[in-house]
């Protein structure tokens, strides 16, 4: 068995764990459209949408799953004999459906893009209770045309945030690339990583607290298209 071979499988696993993150953040962005429109009957489509998201999470845990055992097993292996590579298969296998046997509904539910969609829909429907239509679209452009520059620029990179997270903890934002590196570097040197955002007591960023806020991110394109308007 070629380890390449199994070191390429995994590349494309992660390329297509990739692009399903990608698709959770197109439906996302869909849902929220639906419930800005204030139409109860599309409610069921919302609902539908979560439902899809739910699967797309199982899809991605199960391919976190599938990654962090084959090279468990993978590096087990290397430390032994050559002939031990033939069961490298059987011992995937079973590791992998023990793996799966526990993942939970629960589960899926915390998963950070579940959390995101299940926020974005919560805050547009408070959002639809309190303005109409009309106001909510007189808003949205208030914000884009109005809206500090501060708010959308990343305090790592100090430019525009391109997928913009939130901290759960002290509600700080930051560009999900820019914070999840900064994370990376930090524990890779054994360092807690603080909130890069001047004043912030919290001193124990981790990847868990970060929840993508797609309302930010949608603001941040409004934006954006405004000002190459203007």
Do not use: W
């Not at 962090?68 to 031990?84: G, K």
């Amino acid at each position: 068995m070629s380890m390449s071979a199994v070191h390429g499988t995994l590349s494309s696993l992660k390329s297509c764990q990739a692009d399903l993150g990608t698709g959770m953040d197109i439906v996302s962005d869909l849902a929220l459209e639906l419930t800005e429109a204030q139409d109860e009957t599309l409610n069921p489509a919302v609902k539908e949408m979560e439902a899809m998201i739910l699967e797309c999470a199982r899809l991605d845990s199960e391919i976190n799953y599938f990654v962090d055992v084959v090279q468990q097993v993978t590096n087990e292996v290397a430390s032994q004999q050559p002939e031990e590579m033939f069961s490298l298969s059987a011992k995937v296998k079973e590791q992998f459906t023990e793996r799966i046997a526990r993942l939970s509904d629960a589960d899926l539910h915390s998963h950070k893009k579940v959390l995101a969609f299940k926020e974005i829909i919560s805050n547009s429907l408070n959002q639809a209770n309190q303005e109409s239509e009309e106001n909510m679209e007189e808003l949205d452009e208030d914000i884009a045309v109005t809206q500090s520059q501060v708010n959308f620029t990343c305090p790592l990179t100090q430019v525009d945030m391109v997928n913009p997270v939130k901290n759960k903890k002290c509600n700080h934002h930051y560009d999900e690339k820019a914070i999840v590196n900064m994370i990376k570097t930090r524990h890779g040197q054994n360092k807690k990583c603080r909130c890069p955002v001047v004043g912030c007591g919290n001193t124990d960023v981790r990847e868990s607290d970060l929840i993508p806020d797609q309302i930010l991110r949608r603001k941040i394109q409004s934006h954006k298209r405004q000002s190459n308007r203007t």
